[in-house]
């Protein structure tokens, strides 16, 4: 991807272990910019950035267990009734 500076960016993680959370996002090699961060619970991709924000960040930032737990209940949620959806067809 390219940085507003013009510079590559490279993928990057953080970890919080015990919450079994992982933040992906995009670093410029040259001015440090952060962009395009997805937030996954246990790898299932719970929030990313809305484009506006940093929303997927924040949230990772202020994560604790409940909220991790709710945000994975979330997405697993619909994802379950994607496949359902699909089996149907
Ligand atoms: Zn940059």
């Known amino acids: 991807m ?5 510079s590559e960016t490279k993928l990057n993680e ?3 272990s015990r919450l079994k959370a992982r933040l992906e996002f995009q670093v410029c090699k040259a001015c440090g910019r952060v ?3 997805e937030l996954f619970v246990k790898e299932v991709k719970v ?3 809305d484009g506006v924000g940093a929303t997927a960040r ?3 930032a202020n994560l604790d ?3 991790a737990k709710a945000l ?3 997405a697993g949620g ?3 009734g994607f496949y359902h959806q699909r089996s149907v067809i």
């Not at 390219?2 to 013009?6: I, L, W």
């Open 35 to 37: 962009s395009n961060a």
């Open 2 to 6: 390219q940085c507003k500076c013009g």
């Open 14 to 16: 953080a970890v919080r």
């Open 58 to 60: 924040q949230q990772f």
């Open 72 to 74: 994975f209940a979330r």
């Open 47 to 49: 929030v990313v950035d």
């Open 65 to 67: 267990a409940d909220t």
């Open 78 to 80: 619909l994802q379950r």
